[in-house]
């Protein structure tokens, strides 16, 4: 089996990394407006004032994305640029750009594909005690409200949150992502369920009011361990390492797949954490959280190898010097892409989309005016070769999405770390398609077949 003709391909991208307009129209802030300006917080100290400046070039962006053969899109809505201070008024400008930008898409073709919560938290609500704050529930609920009356006559695919486990442990726990709160585990695991409250409080607001019938998901991340040889003790280790909880730490997938899909927190790690980071579960919360999903969105980029120690426990490989890594030092492991979906897909039994999955690479424009770029393009091809192998394992696979569209603002990286299929000059705001562009369009229009040359 290989990739279904209904199989989708896109490109994926965020409101903050790449609108730039910040304070354009009436936009409130985020919580990465002061971050960025925080002293070493984020390389070169660069922000998002401007970024790839969509919010100005959104024709332009839709005309390239059009070029690439893209059937589908997915981008975030900015909190704060449409409820500057996070509840009570609306901007109506903040609307009228989404409403532009969903209307192109539609004109070219292109379905949206819309992630309510991409991090840009609004700044006004943080001031509010942010995600530690229960009502932080209600809050969510408000904006989604307000994005599914506006949009879901023309949006039918909703993903709530991308990667909690991003913004809880390095937003809440490590300090290196906005909002830079340095909290115990404690702490973390309370901002953890009210964000995963507010994910289930924005299922049930999609699924009451939406106009058109709505396919509703997330994006979160999929920490994988690949196993380091086919064999069924070693596949069972990775098994093993990526769905138990073996550190005091919220980096994994099953604390927040666990409590969404099967109702409750996974026991290994209530007993890890102890009672007294035990989350603040009150009557009825995991009823909230746990709706039902159609589909499981998962952001694979790497993956750890391991084989099976004397107990069938994972016991990680070392990478030999010079094993392959992007511009980013991420190492390369193209079957994450086999093994993630796989295993999660076994443990959920829901359809799987690739909501992300690509690499930061030293690109430039070359003197015959190209962005060659075959770094891309070999790691795009054998992460894809995994992918259709998992497809053939069984899994159910509906879609990949490729990290990014657009270089565009790495966050703590700043614009260092090159992602895009489309190179943009960040003093000019030139785009310019890279090669990988190109490949992915024949992808594309092959519906896989030309991964095989
Ligand atoms: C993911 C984020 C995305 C982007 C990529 C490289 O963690 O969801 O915004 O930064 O990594």
């Not at 936009?27 to 960025?36: H, K, M, N, V």
Request: net charge negative; hydrophobic share 40%.
């Amino acid at each position: 089996m290989t990739f279904s003709s209904n199989f989708l391909w896109g490109a994926a991208a965020s409101s903050y990394q790449i609108e730039g307009a910040t304070t354009a129209d009436g936009a409130g802030l985020s919580i990465f407006d002061p971050f960025c300006r925080r002293p070493g917080a984020v390389f070169g100290g660069h922000n998002g004032d401007v970024a790839c400046d969509h919010y100005h070039r959104l024709d332009e962006d839709v005309a390239l994305m059009k070029q690439l053969g893209l059937r589908a899109y997915r981008f975030s809505v900015s909190w704060p640029r449409v409820l500057p201070t996070g509840i009570g008024k609306v901007n109506e400008a903040g609307l009228a750009f989404y409403d532009r930008l969903i209307d192109a898409l539609l004109a070219a073709n292109i379905e949206p594909w819309l992630t309510l919560f991409h991090w840009d938290y609004p700044l006004a609500l943080y001031n509010r005690g942010g995600w530690l704050n229960r009502e932080s529930v209600a809050w969510f609920a408000e904006f989604s409200q307000v994005i599914v009356d506006r949009f879901s006559d023309r949006v039918s695919k909703w993903m709530t949150i991308n990667e909690p486990q991003v913004f809880i442990k390095f937003g809440y726990g490590d300090g290196t992502l906005a909002p830079g709160l340095k909290l115990g585990l404690d702490e973390q695991t309370r901002a953890c369920h009210h964000a995963l409250m507010a994910h289930g409080a924005c299922v049930q607001v999609i699924r009451a009011r939406a106009k058109l019938p709505p396919t509703v998901g997330w994006a979160v991340v999929g920490r994988v361990d690949v196993p380091a040889t086919d064999s069924p003790t070693d596949i069972e280790a990775a098994r093993r390492g990526s769905m138990n909880i073996t550190q005091p730490d919220l980096w994994n997938n099953t604390w927040y797949a666990d409590p969404v899909i099967a109702g409750h927190y996974p026991e290994d790690g209530l007993k890890l954490f102890g009672p007294a980071a035990a989350p603040p579960v009150e009557r009825g919360d995991l009823q909230l959280i746990n709706q039902k999903l159609d589909f499981y969105g998962v952001n694979i980029y790497d993956g750890r190898p391991v084989k099976a120690d004397a107990n069938g426990n994972p016991e990680p490989i070392t990478f030999p010097p010079g094993s392959p890594q992007t511009a980013f030092r991420w190492w390369i492991v193209p079957p994450s892409l086999r093994w993630g979906p796989r295993f999660l897909f076994e443990r959920y039994k829901l359809p799987i989309y690739i909501t992300e999955n690509g690499l930061s690479n030293i690109d430039w424009v070359s003197l015959d005016g190209k962005v060659h770029d075959p770094q891309r393009i070999d790691y795009t091809q054998r992460y894809l070769l995994e992918l259709e192998r998992a497809i053939s394992d069984g899994a159910d696979i509906r879609g990949y999405f490729h990290w990014s569209l657009l270089d565009n603002f790495e966050w703590a990286a700043g614009y260092k770390e090159r992602f895009g299929l489309i190179h943009v000059d960040f003093a000019t705001g030139t785009r310019t398609p890279k090669d990988s562009a190109t490949w992915y369009r024949g992808i594309i229009e092959s519906n896989g077949r030309a991964l095989h040359g």
